[in-house]
Every structure is written in structure tokens, then in C-alpha cells.
């Protein structure tokens, strides 16, 4: 009886202590800092995944870009255990190989700890001509002594309502990000619903320079903060790079596979008499066209259109043009509502 009573008195001193501590942090010794997806178990598996996205991604053209790197080393975890320039270079190499190995044709800002300037980048991803830009990179919070906040999160370029903003390129960051924070059992963060985010959120009316200045299509991860005490753990081993690799060429993989509406301007077809211009073209997407998200711009103006569904025509007609040289945008969404790629053409008129 004495014991029990002994022990009945300890079980609540321990209570007591325990609650009063308050634990911010719970270790377990064998804690899951990971799990490899199971088509990366083994090879066999891994390749038939790969296989799966290769009429996506045959001939497609990528730029990686690893953020940060030669004489930029300054973002580190608190420890110093990761450098952030190393984390991004290391997951953007797994990807290059995934991507090649699905007949993807990859080039890379730098494929080494060198200096890269931040506006040299968009030069050079220009220049590749492109069909996507991914600019990768990771986190660290703005308060100091935050080793909590950790997220994944994929940027765009602009935000809904402006000229510069491009819905096809949210589609990509969507499809990335979905698969990339799958992979690594982050959640989005809570400053968006699906974890993409405008650069507008964080620069407004800029947003970042990599995203403004690249005209190909673009996009920039923001894989994890290296700043949280178990995801810089988690970022210093090479088996969990590989798998954050996984989640970004599943994203892509799964995006090219799908297909997204393509534009041409049928010149043939395409006159001006009189000042009035008569513009026509051609969309196509296996899925279908869905005839109400389509949107035409003349000169950086929204402009009526007219779509000929059973010949996938778009036909804009516009009275009182100068001759010289104009803009022409086109934006149209398949019928599971994916947008074609920014499609900008200069017309010169006489
Ligand atoms: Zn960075």
C-alpha cells in the first residue's frame, strides 16, 4: 500500500514537471527524417518512371538554375552544417539527370561552386532559347533565431490582374510544387492555398529579378528552409537531395506529359486593308480548346475575339491601326483548364 502510494505520488510530480518544462521540441531517437518515394527504391522502378515521361519531355529544352554559389555562400543554417548555394547546385545536378535521362536537353547557369551574376543568368536563359527556366533555391526566414518555419514553396512571376502575369506559368509552379512538397512531406506554407506564390507577395510590383527579366517561361523554388533544425539535417544528406530532385522531374513529368494549348498566327490568313487588321489563329491542344478562357491583347490592350471551335480559330479583327510595329498576345486554357505558355508576337504593319 505504502508503494503504491509512493508511486502514485511520483506519477504526479512527473506530470507536473513535465508540463510546466514546456517542450517546444519532442527528439525521438529513431525519428523519420525521410522516406525515399517507392519508385526510387530501385532502379527497375525508377526507370519505368522515367520511361512514363519521356513523350512529354523528349527534345523539351530546360534551364536549372542553382541559386547563389561562387562568391555568394553567405545563406547558411545556423549550425553551418548546410550552405544553401551547395544544397541548391546538388539538387539541381539529380534533376539534370533525371530530366536527360527522360530526353530532356538540360543547360544550367552553373554546374559548379562558381560566381554566377544574378542578371547574367537571365541573359544566358534567354539566349538557350529555352522552353522553361527553373531557378532553384531555398529558404531561411526573416526573423532571426527562427529555426521553425519550414516550408515548400514555388513562385511565378506578376499576380492575377496584372498584364505580367502569366497563367501558364502558374500552371508549371502548381505541378512542381505539388509534386516537389509531396516528396519532401512539407506543407505550402500559409500565405497561399496550393504552396505557388507571386513574387509579388514579396516584392511588389517587381518580384524577384531571375523571374522579371527571363523571357522564357520561368519559375523559382523555395525547396525548404535550411534555416529549421530538422530540414537542414535533412538537406545535408545527398539521398534526400535526390529525392527533392524526384518530386521537381515528377512535377515536370507530369506537366509535359499533359500538354498545354500551342498558338500560331496563320499569316496567310491574316490581312490589312484600310487601317482595320484581321488577325487569325490557329490553337491547338489534344484535350480541347475551352472556348471561354480565351483572351487576345492588341498593344497591351484586352481586344474582343472570335473563336471558330470546329476549326480551332481564333480571329481578331481591329479598326483604326497605324502601320508600324504592335504587340500581339494570346492566352488560352485546354478544357483541364492547363494555359498555354506566354505567347507575345511583335507584328510589323504596312
Ligand atoms: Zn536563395
Not at 234 to 259: C, M, S, V
Request: net charge negative; hydrophobic share 35%.
Amino acid at each position: 500500500m505504502k508503494n503504491i502510494l509512493l508511486f502514485s505520488f511520483l506519477i504526479i510530480l512527473f506530470t507536473a514537471c513535465s508540463t510546466s518544462e514546456k517542450i517546444v521540441t519532442k527528439y525521438v531517437s529513431d525519428c523519420i527524417y525521410y522516406e525515399i518515394p517507392t519508385d526510387l527504391r530501385d532502379e527497375t522502378q525508377t526507370e519505368k518512371s522515367i520511361e512514363y515521361y519521356k513523350p512529354g519531355l523528349t527534345g523539351k529544352k530546360i534551364f536549372i538554375d542553382p541559386g547563389h554559389g561562387g562568391s555568394d555562400r553567405r545563406n547558411k543554417s545556423e549550425n553551418g552544417v548546410v550552405v544553401e548555394a551547395d544544397v541548391n547546385l546538388r539538387v539541381s545536378l539529380y534533376l539534370r539527370d533525371f530530366l536527360t535521362r527522360a530526353g530532356a536537353v538540360v543547360i544550367m547557369s552553373r554546374d559548379k561552386d562558381e560566381t554566377v551574376d544574378l542578371k547574367y543568368r537571365s541573359e544566358l536563359a534567354n539566349e538557350s532559347g529555352a522552353d522553361l527556366f527553373i531557378s532553384v533555391h531555398h529558404n531561411s526566414p526573416g526573423k532571426v533565431g527562427d529555426n521553425w518555419t519550414n516550408y515548400t514553396s514555388t513562385f511565378y512571376h506578376a499576380k492575377e490582374g496584372y498584364y505580367q502575369y502569366e497563367p501558364g506559368e502558374h500552371d508549371i509552379a502548381k505541378f512542381v510544387q505539388r509534386d516537389l512538397a509531396y516528396a519532401m512531406r512539407n506543407p505550402g506554407g500559409l500565405g497561399s492555398f496550393d504552396g505557388t506564390y507571386s513574387d509579388f507577395w514579396i516584392y511588389p510590383g517587381d518580384g524577384f529579378s531571375v523571374l522579371r527579366k527571363t523571357e522564357i517561361p520561368a519559375i523559382l523554388i523555395e525547396c525548404g528552409f535550411h534555416s529549421n533544425r530538422v530540414e537542414e539535417i535533412r538537406l545535408a544528406d545527398e539521398q534526400f537531395n535526390k529525392i527533392q530532385a524526384w518530386g521537381i522531374f515528377k512535377g515536370l513529368g507530369k506537366y509535359f506529359r499533359l500538354g498545354s494549348p500551342t498558338i500560331t498566327l496563320l499569316q496567310e490568313k491574316s490581312k490589312f486593308v484600310n487601317r482595320n487588321l484581321e488577325l487569325n489563329f490557329l490553337l491547338e491542344d489534344k484535350n480541347g480548346i475551352d472556348p471561354l478562357s480565351i483572351s487576345a491583347y492588341f498593344d497591351s490592350v484586352l481586344v474582343s475575339n472570335t473563336f471558330i471551335e470546329d476549326q480551332n480559330l481564333v480571329k481578331l479583327n481591329i479598326e483604326n491601326v497605324n502601320s508600324g510595329e504592335h504587340e500581339v498576345r494570346i492566352i488560352a486554357a485546354n478544357k483541364q483548364n492547363i494555359h498555354s505558355l506566354p505567347y507575345k508576337r511583335k507584328i510589323i504593319l504596312k
